[in-house]
């Protein structure tokens, strides 16, 4: 069973209250849940669209790292589609490894609002990567 006991014990995380609420070994799916701070804001109230990609994109390295024992990710590309605003408040987030491979993963995620309205539908292409200090993953130069 993987240990999510310290997850989201960085910075960027802890601006957005990051929380793993349950994960999925065998679905390899990880859901978060995220309190967007006022700052997110854009002039109509509700959350500016390119600030979305952080609460996702944390999901996504958490899901990666469920997938892969621990590694962490780094994101080549994020594709996000906005389905309606997302309201300043506690959002959910709902992210998992689709197909993964040795040095790459391709991924997932949909991200709801307080009321659980599916808002924005996400994908991503990540690169694993080891913590810092440890060795490189095998392959890289």
């Keep these: 069973m993987t240990d999510f006991s310290t997850a989201f014990q960085w910075p960027s995380a802890k601006l957005m209250d990051a929380e793993v609420i349950s994960y999925d070994e065998e679905a390899?799916?990880?859901?978060a849940a995220f309190t967007l701070p006022p700052e997110f804001a854009a002039m109509r109230g509700s959350a500016q669209g390119g600030l979305l990609a952080a609460p996702i994109d944390e999901a996504f390295g958490a899901a990666l790292y469920l997938a892969h024992d621990g590694?962490?990710?780094?994101?080549l590309d994020i594709s996000m589609s906005f389905l309606r605003p997302v309201a300043i408040d506690r959002i959910t987030v709902r992210a998992r490894a689709v197909k993964r491979g040795k040095r790459v993963a391709?991924?997932?995620?949909?991200?709801?609002?307080?009321?659980?309205?599916?808002?924005?539908?996400a994908t991503a292409t990540s690169m694993?990567?080891?913590?810092?200090?440890?060795?490189?993953?095998k392959g890289d130069g």
């Design 28 to 31: 390899l799916t990880v859901e």
């Design 71 to 75: 590694k962490l990710q780094m994101s």
């Design 106 to 121: 391709f991924l997932e995620a949909e991200l709801f609002d307080h009321e659980g309205k599916l808002c924005v539908r």
């Design 128 to 137: 694993l990567t080891d913590w810092p200090g440890q060795t490189k993953v």
